[in-house]
């Protein structure tokens, strides 16, 4: 049986963005569905909002700098790593802090599975941003054996999101293993602003109807999020304000 634990990790680095309000709603949204244990692995607490704080366990970490000898040269990569080593080490729920739970994810616990989806219905990535695993599950362990070699390819995130996509071929590797469709935490592209574009609300909602999560993918959107404060919310009526209701001002 898996953990019942959801792990979160901030990185703090010179290159870090804020916390953001994407940040803050999914440690509520998670909470919402999720009532036991849960935390946010970080080397600097002090960046995180005490509000925030206050509703988590903070586990406070050193940021891995390098991996079997070699240098881990984006902040990007080092969460990469750290994501993996936690879920080796401890098992349970791995969450990115812009994943988006819209439902109690507990009954995927109940088994020996590790737990991933693609990113794209093409399936020629794995979403790292939501993971389910039970402690040093073989998959894991061999994706972390990879990274130092992956981390030196010219393909961006290919240790992070291509590479598991390549192993789930092996048969080998692919045993105890559930990938599930990328409806399942990623369904919404970039293609368009779906959270964000009033316009497009209804169109979003149809497409998150029936994913356990959403990833918002913050990095692409940055520009956007840094934007939303109280008074975003309160003038635009998109599918972000509405997945927050009742929680934006908790």
Known sequence: MIPDIIHMIYPVT??????????SLAVKMARKHHKDRMY????DYKKIPLEIR????????????????????????????????ILHDYGGIYMDTDVLLQKPIEHLLFQNN??????????????????????????????LRRIPQA????????????LPAKMASNPYLNENLTIMPHTFCCPL?????????????AEAKEK???????HVFETYWRDTI?????????KTDCLLTELGTGLWGQ
């Open 14 to 23: 010179e290159k870090t963005r804020p916390w953001s309000a994407i940040n």
């Open 40 to 43: 946010i692995w970080t080397n």
């Open 54 to 85: 206050n509703r988590v366990g903070i586990a406070e970490c050193k940021l891995p700098t390098e991996i079997d000898g070699v240098t881990i040269p984006y902040p990007q990569y080092i969460a990469d790593v750290m994501r993996l080593q």
């Open 114 to 143: 590790l737990i991933l989806s693609w990113e794209g219905a093409d399936r020629r990535s794995i979403s790292n941003a939501l993971m389910i695993a039970p402690p040093k599950h073989l998959f894991i362990e061999e994706w």
């Open 151 to 162: 981390i030196q390819s010219n393909t961006w995130a290919y240790g992070g999101v291509v």
């Open 189 to 201: 592209d970039l293609a368009q602003p779906w959270l964000f574009d009033p316009k497009l609300k």
């Open 208 to 214: 998150i109807k029936d994913a356990d999560a959403i």
């Open 226 to 234: 840094k934007n939303i404060t109280p008074e975003w919310l309160e």
